[in-house]
């Protein structure tokens, strides 16, 4: 008897795991900081594919390598937070097209054109190779 009871309480003050509107917004937030941090990554790769400073490929590289550890603190956040997996796949180049045009337009002087605004950037794994 004082085993049910006591497993009766546990159940009834034990939080209940469940996918609310907060939690679901949450989840969108940590996919956000992983696809702006693949949009970094692509953007490092382009200003490195039109530079030659070895200086400046190993402080790229750096860079890389803090949106790579972003990137895998957001998907332990996912797990630990119950959240849906993220469902594409990873690397520094995903954004690569979209990125050459922006440092191509920044070249030419234009800073805030059209093709900067990484919100409307494709990755090319998933928007543009279906």
């Known amino acids: ?5 006591f ?19 949450r989840c969108n937030q940590f996919k956000i900081v992983i696809e702006n941090e693949m949009k970094e990554m692509s953007y490092v790769l382009a200003q ?14 750096i860079r890389i390598n803090n949106c790579l550890q972003l990137i895998n603190i957001h998907l332990k956040l996912l797990e630990c937070n119950k959240c849906k ?7 520094e180049a995903a954004y690569m097209m979209d ?20 919100e409307k950037w494709k990755n090319i794994a998933t928007d543009i190779l279906k």
């Open 7 to 25: 497993i009766v309480l546990l159940f009834l003050i034990t939080p209940k795991v469940s996918f609310s509107n907060e939690q679901s917004v």
């Open 48 to 61: 490195g594919s039109m530079d030659d400073s070895a200086v400046r490929e190993t402080v790229r590289a």
């Open 99 to 118: 990125a050459m045009s922006c440092i191509l337009e920044e070249k030419m002087g234009k800073k805030d054109c059209e093709a900067c605004k990484r």
């Open 85 to 91: 997996p993220f469902d594409r796949p990873i690397f």
């Open 1 to 5: 008897m004082k085993k049910t009871i």
